[in-house]
């Protein structure tokens, strides 16, 4: 089975970093455009950033722009979101998804797998 699994999530402080890592089981993880989104309870999942297939290619929400950064090490299966400066709004469980397409995408119906989230919680 595909799976994919994020790491990294924790419970920080206003201002503080924070590096959540997906480590995907697909067969061909360079082929895959992968994403992050982020979900609040009671809230819809949210887009948060994207890598296609070529890792030069990445596009993020405005919300988090200059502040995060998604990057993949394809040796690894792996794809990373470096969350700096974080703010309380950034709390949520971020999901890690792959696109078969290798596509960028900021449309969560356009990607085939998903991950089961890490929590990142942000106080005050």
């Known amino acids: 089975q595909v799976q994919l699994v994020e790491s990294g999530g924790g419970l920080v402080q206003a201002g503080d970093s924070l590096r959540l890592s997906c480590a995907a089981s697909l067969r061909t993880f360079s082929n895959y455009a992968m994403g992050w989104f982020r979900q609040a309870p009671g809230k819809e999942r949210e887009f948060v950033a994207t890598i296609g297939r070529r890792p030069t290619h990445t596009s993020y929400a405005d919300s988090v722009k200059g502040r995060f950064t998604i990057s993949r090490d394809n040796a690894k299966n792996t794809v990373y979101l470096q969350m700096n400066s974080l703010r309380p709004e950034d709390t949520g469980a971020y999901y890690c998804?792959?696109?078969?397409?290798?596509?960028?995408?900021?449309?969560?119906?356009?990607?085939?797998?998903w991950g089961q989230g890490t929590q990142v919680t942000v106080s005050s």
């Open positions: 998804a792959a696109e078969s397409a290798g596509i960028p995408t900021t449309r969560r119906y356009d990607y085939d797998h």
